[in-house]
């Protein structure tokens, strides 16, 4: 038989061995709890395939993906329309990933996958933060009687490590009450330079993609007008590059609303481009 090459399905310029990576990328293609548009649990795979559309390098931050260290593990397969099992398996994979001294990071699905990150992280750090992008407050406690919702996963994850360790960006949704917590409890940034007085915290960053404005990224599951553009995103990844970052999550890609792929292709770049600013050589 004559040899490849043959399409490749992880993420370019991954480390194939597990055993020699630093970053495990693990696909979380869940979106039991989506309050509005479904369709996240499509994301990880499309990301994939489109991540090969890109270059390896990143002009923004002068470094090359293959500098991350990262080994994409793949997908987990969860048991539709159980929520809760699904979380358990979430969180006792990425506790693997610590008990073996390795960061996480998360390819989504819907924003509640990172509520068991959070949890299985708590077990081997006493002490971090969450830098939260998002168009959404997500500080509910609960939506439609449901606790375990999308829609509340940041005031979740307040309640493990403390709303002094949440930090959020970008914020332009939510109720009135949700934005009377982030005042109360001073969650909010408005500026790139606020992120460098966390260079000595642990930091673990979410990012929900509807940071960004629909008319960039109008492949998510609640599109909000007046968003990010992506050189306003770069601006504020630009002080990530000099925190210790301990884990991160990229989430809420809808592909299929987006029929142009060009959502896939805007949530690829963002994600090399965090897992750019998550290498060690710093």
């Not at 509640?112 to 959404?136: C, E, G, N, R």
């Amino acid at each position: 038989m004559k040899k490849g090459p043959f399409l490749d399905r992880t993420w370019m310029g991954q480390n194939s061995d597990y055993e020699t990576s630093d970053i495990v990328m693990m696909g979380l293609p869940f979106d039991g709890t989506v309050s509005y548009r479904s369709g996240s649990r499509f994301a990880p795979e499309l990301i994939r395939l489109a991540s090969w559309g890109l270059e390896t390098y990143s002009p923004y931050f002068n470094a090359s993906l293959e500098e991350a260290n990262f080994h994409d593990i793949g997908d987990l397969e969860f048991p539709l329309g159980n929520t809760y099992k699904s979380l358990e398996m979430i969180e006792r994979n990425v506790d693997a990933i610590y008990h073996d001294k390795k960061r996480f990071f998360g390819i989504g699905g819907e924003h509640l996958v990172t509520l068991p990150v959070i949890k299985a992280l708590s077990k081997h750090y006493k002490d971090f933060m969450i830098i939260h992008f998002d168009a959404h407050t997500d500080l509910r406690k609960e939506y439609l009687s449901e606790e375990m919702s999308h829609s509340a996963v940041i005031y979740h994850c307040a309640k493990i490590i403390g709303f002094n360790n949440i930090k959020q960006i970008g914020i332009r949704s939510g109720m009135k009450e949700e934005f009377d917590l982030m005042k109360k409890h001073k969650t909010r940034l408005d500026f790139p330079e606020q992120l460098k007085q966390f260079k000595n915290k642990n930091i673990y960053v979410t990012v929900d993609l509807d940071i960004l404005d629909p008319s960039l990224m109008s492949g998510t599951g609640t599109p909000e007008a007046g968003g990010f553009t992506f050189n306003e995103l770069m601006e504020w990844f630009e002080p990530l590059q000099e925190l210790n970052i301990i884990g991160a999550d990229v989430v809420e890609l809808a592909p299929h609303y987006d029929n142009s792929g060009v959502s896939t292709a805007v949530a690829s770049k963002v994600i090399r481009e965090l897992l750019i600013c998550m290498k060690k050589n710093k």
